[in-house]
């Protein structure tokens, strides 16, 4: 069963800077991985290596993301095959055109599973991977923190967190998953995988090719920091009656009640 990854490529956290009017730059930022896509390419990977499928990674971004170091990054932690659009057009699009753009690319790989991380390490919008379900007309669950594959590779088995508790759901593939952090943890590459990761195929397609039109761009009108402040250190003594009164009074007290 051929299975296929959605991930993202962001600006390292730690790499973004802070000005001193709490604007933020990404200039300098070194591109990645989105982390919570990692636990999503490592259950692909199980269930490929389970299956005897294929594993499929697809992407989408600006030109940025067209970097052979980002490629064989990705490349050497699974993934038989990447599938692209890099194009300078999709900076700050939204998530809506995100997902068609996705979506085609998966109809291209002809997959029967597809999978994506809880958000993304940027935005962290949790919106793509029910989107893309939507636009394939195939089930979409969220918040899945186990996946089985079982009758000849044609129903999954799921394991799904809600507020009530957890649920256990029998879908029928073909299937858009979007997984949790805790799912699994993800392998490191070796340096087999790195080496190999330089001989796999990545084929890249224009917005063009898949014959999608111009979409107007999200108005982002700023992005600032949260503004740091100094702690109080302040020490509430006494009862628990006494202590949860006194600390109402200071939250009051400082307008945050």
């Known amino acids: 069963m051929d299975i296929a990854v959605c991930c993202k490529f962001v600006p390292c956290v730690q790499d973004i800077e802070k000005r001193s009017d709490n604007t933020v ?11 919570y896509d990692l636990q999503a390419i490592q259950t692909g990977l199980d269930i490929a290596r389970q299956t005897g499928g294929k594993l499929y990674a697809i992407t989408v971004g600006t030109s940025a993301i ?35 753009l996705l979506a085609l690319l998966i109809e291209k790989a002809q997959v029967q599973l597809v999978l994506f991380g809880e958000g993304s390490a940027d935005y962290y919008y949790q919106q793509t991977g029910l989107q893309v379900g939507e636009r394939l007309g ?21 394991d799904r967190t809600t507020e009530k508790g957890c649920d256990t759901l029998s879908l029928q593939l073909p299937a858009a998953l979007t997984v949790t952090s805790n799912i699994c943890v993800p392998e490191r590459p070796t340096m087999k995988t790195i080496l190999s990761a330089g001989k796999k195929p990545c084929t890249e397609y224009s917005i063009e090719d898949l014959g999608v ?18 702690r109080k250190n302040q020490i509430i003594d006494g009862s628990a009656t006494e202590a949860a009164s006194t600390l109402v009074r200071c939250l009051m007290a400082d307008g945050l009640l």
Do not use: H, Y
């Not at 730059?25 to 982390?35: G, Y």
């Not at 195939?138 to 799921?158: A, D």
């Open 25 to 35: 730059s990404f200039d300098r930022a070194v591109w990645q991985i989105s982390d």
């Open 213 to 230: 039109a111009e979409e107007s761009k999200t108005q982002i009108l700023e992005t600032m920091a949260v503004s740091s402040k100094e």
């Open 66 to 100: 067209n970097d052979g170091r980002l490629k064989k990054d990705l490349l050497s932690r699974g993934p038989d095959e990447l599938l692209m659009i890099a194009d300078n057009s999709l900076e700050d699009a939204s998530t809506a055109r995100i997902s068609e």
């Open 138 to 158: 195939w089930v979409c669950l969220n918040g899945v923190t186990s996946v089985k594959i079982e009758n000849m590779n044609t129903e999954v088995i799921v």
